[in-house]
């Protein structure tokens, strides 16, 4: 900011899927009009998690209820999901706030750059001790293994059986969200099965997790997965341009076992290094389809050259928490919130360095400007 205006907000809506029906909460948007900020909310934004814009225009004379184009016109623009084929709707030199993923996606990058757009990874605004403060493990690991679950139940009735064995889950990673899989992988995916099971005298949950630095060694895992009934990728791969799990390893699954995809990187084989997913050949599902059989259509709309022969059930969705849209928003508002209020605060991100306040201070971790300085100077 160059004047003593103050900043103006926009709160797009996010076209991806018919399933994603995610938007920032009506009281997010109220508190920041009590801080004297015009707010911009694209129309229709929650509608399908039953808000009308009614919800949004009684909280303040400075909420506006608005076009797509007008909300991205605005000086910070706030939308969960990185908004591919948008970008030349901000205006340079305006933030966006946005799940944008850096680390992988390098040509996203070079068009933010090139457009001018004081772009914020809030995936990659991490506190000084390194963690993530916009993230939502927690549910991603629920939600997954709930679909893990479902889908195991379904397709294999000896689970409800009580002379079966535990059932064996093997964990890939135990970072941040492998932490959270081991918990509900313990839950049977969620209590209330966990409860039934308990209930009917099912035997429980062996969870085995297995770390990266094993992710090479066959013989392992010949063994491993031999007795595997839930098979979970949770892994934070230091190389993305190699999978840890070849497709040939999911033939040493039982054919009844489910892969949970809770990393769900994508096949970015232009890039440069490419990108590939971690458990080679398997379908990338979002909130309109999460669980793919083995003769899903999806396994041969996979880029070609990326092998598909062994295939078992897989659940995967790019955006796990959205599965529950509004427990998914409360969480995330409330985590977005003292980043906007520094914002406000502060002007905008030109007087925001590393050596600001703790929210200045993760808000610059995030940011492009750092991410261009750091791989600069690499």
């Not at 135990?174 to 005298?201: L, Q, T």
């Amino acid at each position: 900011m160059t004047d003593d205006r103050r900043l103006t907000i926009g709160f797009p809506r996010m076209y991806n899927e018919p399933g994603e029906r995610r938007a920032f909460l009506p009281p997010l948007i109220g508190l920041l009009a009590n801080m004297d900020v015009d707010v911009y909310v694209e129309a229709g934004s929650a509608a399908g998690m039953g808000y009308s814009d009614d919800d949004y225009l009684t909280l303040s004379p400075r909420v506006h209820v608005v076009d797509e184009a007008t909300a991205y016109r605005q000086d910070i623009v706030v939308v969960l999901r990185a908004p591919e084929g948008r970008y030349e709707m901000l205006r340079p030199g305006a933030i966006l706030l946005s799940m944008l993923h850096f680390t992988t996606r390098p040509e996203r990058v070079e068009l933010l750059r090139g457009l001018g757009i004081e772009a914020i990874a809030i995936d990659m605004v991490t506190g000084d001790d390194g963690r993530r403060l916009v993230q939502n493990l927690r549910e991603v690991a629920r939600n997954g293994l709930a679909a893990a679950f479902d889908a195991l139940e379904r397709r294999w009735p000896p689970l409800l059986s009580p002379m079966r064995p535990p059932i064996s889950v093997t964990i890939l990673g135990a970072g941040g969200v492998g932490k959270h899989a081991i918990e509900w992988a313990a839950k049977c995916g969620d209590e209330a099965r966990n409860e039934r099971f308990v209930r009917d005298g099912l035997a429980g949950v062996e969870v085995v997790v297995v770390e990266q630095n094993l992710s090479g060694d066959e013989a392992y895992f010949r063994r491993r997965l031999a007795h595997t009934d839930i098979l979970v990728d949770a892994t934070a791969r230091r190389d993305t341009s190699r999978p840890l799990f070849p497709n040939a390893w999911l033939g040493m699954l039982p054919a009844h076992a489910i892969v949970c995809d809770l990393a769900v990187d994508p096949y970015l084989l232009d890039d440069d290094p490419p990108v590939v997913r971690g458990i080679e050949g398997i379908p990338q599902g979002n909130l309109d389809q999460w669980e793919f059989g083995p003769q899903d259509p999806a396994w041969d709309r996979l880029p070609p050259g990326i092998p598909t022969g062994n295939r078992r059930t897989v659940v995967s969705c790019y955006s796990w928490p959205g599965v529950q849209p509004e427990a998914c928003m409360q969480a995330y508002s409330s985590q977005v919130t003292p980043l906007l209020k520094t914002l406000i605060w502060y002007g905008g991100l030109p007087a925001i360095g590393p050596d600001g306040s703790f929210h200045g201070r993760a808000l610059w971790r995030g940011s492009l400007r750092h991410w261009l300085e750091d791989h600069s100077a690499a």
